[in-house]
């Protein structure tokens, strides 16, 4: 059994900066983050994978970077110029290449980010 745990995260005023990382406990192809807020549908933050670079939500694009280490074992998604829209749990994914694109098949726990106005 794969797993994700995520750390970081909390409560930020609009504007401030935060960052949420996940450690996982083998490496994979595919890397990346997503939210939910209440009452709306989940989204894909960021994704990063094994050589094919980075992928980012229109909504964070500037304002997001997600990064990986060299161990590819511990992914970090660096939030920036954070705002109320930004409030929401999120969860850390993992998964292999299928049909040429990232199938995240492995999900952690959450981790929730507060932007307050």
């Known amino acids: 059994q794969v797993e994700l745990v995520e750390s970081g995260g909390g409560s930020v005023q609009a504007g401030g900066s935060l960052n949420v990382s996940c450690v996982a406990s083998?490496?994979?192809?595919?890397m990346g983050w997503f939210r939910q807020a209440p009452g709306k549908e989940r989204e894909e933050v960021a994704s990063i994978g094994i050589g094919r670079g980075t992928q980012y939500g229109d909504s964070v694009k500037g304002r997001f970077t997600i990064s990986l280490d060299n161990a590819r074992k511990t992914w970090v998604l660096q939030m920036d110029s954070l705002n109320p829209d930004d409030t929401a749990m999120y969860y850390c994914?993992?998964?292999?290449?299928?049909?040429?694109?990232?199938?995240?098949?492995?999900w952690g726990q959450g981790t929730q980010v507060t932007v307050s106005s």
């Open positions: 994914a993992a998964g292999p290449y299928r049909t040429g694109r990232c199938s995240f098949t492995s």
């Open positions: 083998s490496s994979w192809w595919c």
